[in-house]
């Protein structure tokens, strides 16, 4: 059997630092209003914090979401978060919108990152994304996104080394 020099992301199973970006079928608005922005938020917060996952960064948008983590020591860690996710948030949504079978989530794309400015550089694109999407003027004051807690939590030389990197050349699958 021939051994193929590319594989997809999925076949990367390891613990480690992610990015996963995931998004609706169609690329439908389906979480526009605060109430049902606010169920993808909680129960992405909830079950990543219920399967060990050490969370870095996070946007949440009508029709996507951006997280960045440290995933647990598990066997393919972003399947089994997103897989949860998924499933808690299609089932939440379609009850409110009598929409039962309905297909909510398309896929998720992620990237394993070994090296510490990809992964503040990948920070600060998450932070920025709400401004990317013309949602609001500061990043910290659009409430789906992780931007306030770290500014105001974050360790001060780490958040100042976060912020000065220009995010316009990183490479995040983001066509939203």
């Known amino acids: 059997m021939r051994t193929w020099p590319h594989a997809p992301s999925k076949c990367v199973t390891s613990p480690g630092t992610y990015i ?31 399967q060990g ?5 996070w946007a949440v948008f009508a029709n996507h979401y951006h997280i ?18 998924h499933m808690k948030t299609a089932k939440a949504i379609n009850l409110l919108d009598e929409a039962p079978g309905r297909m909510v989530w398309y896929r998720s794309w992620d990237r394993l990152i070994t090296y510490e400015k990809s992964v503040m550089a990948r920070i600060a694109y998450v932070h920025h994304n709400p401004v990317k999407h013309g949602l609001v003027a500061r990043a910290e ?23 000065s990197f220009k995010t316009d050349r990183v490479s995040v699958d983001d066509d939203f």
């Open 53 to 57: 996952w050490d969370l870095l960064a």
């Open 141 to 163: 004051d659009y409430p789906w996104c992780s931007a306030a807690w770290f500014l105001r939590e974050g360790d001060r030389p780490f958040v100042e080394s976060v912020l």
């Open 20 to 50: 996963v970006t995931a998004g609706t079928y169609h690329k439908e608005p389906l979480f526009k209003d605060p109430e049902k922005l606010e169920i993808l938020y909680n129960l992405l917060l909830e079950t990543a914090d219920e």
């Open 68 to 85: 960045i983590g440290n995933s647990p020591q598990i066997t393919n860690p972003v399947g089994k978060l997103c897989g949860k996710v």
